[in-house]
């Protein structure tokens, strides 16, 4: 079965800068789109940033546009989220996901990497 980890969180300035990345287990994984998501304490899941495979469009939420870069590497098997000009209120646990079965809702998710910006 195939699975996602995430590497790359840990503690930060604030306006500093961490770089995530998200490796699928297996390099012949397949899927529609992969993203980020965040879970911040006492608050619910919210959408990051994510990157449709069959037109390559990335997608921020508005919170992170100018300060958060997706890229992906040749393979589709490995996404980075490069974060500067960290705030406090980006301190969360962010989630690597990707949508296998279509185009509905992200259906595998990774345990997540913790972030933490301190002011």
């Known amino acids: 079965q195939v699975s996602l980890e995430e590497s790359g969180g840990g503690l930060v300035q604030a306006g500093g800068s961490l770089r995530l990345s998200c490796v699928a287990s297996?390099?012949?994984?397949?899927?529609?789109?992969m993203g980020w998501f965040r879970q911040a304490p006492g608050k619910e899941r919210e959408f990051v940033a994510d990157i449709k495979w069959s037109t390559l469009t990335t997608s921020y939420a508005d919170s992170v546009k100018g300060r958060f870069t997706m890229s992906r590497n040749n393979l589709k098997n490995t996404i980075v989220l490069q974060m500067n000009s960290l705030k406090p209120e980006d301190t969360a646990v962010y989630y690597c996901?990707?949508?296998?079965?279509?185009?509905?809702?992200?259906?595998?998710w990774g345990q997540g990497t913790q972030v933490t910006v301190s002011s």
């Open positions: 297996e390099r012949t994984f397949s899927s529609y789109a």
């Open positions: 996901a990707a949508k296998v079965n279509g185009v509905g809702a992200y259906d595998l």
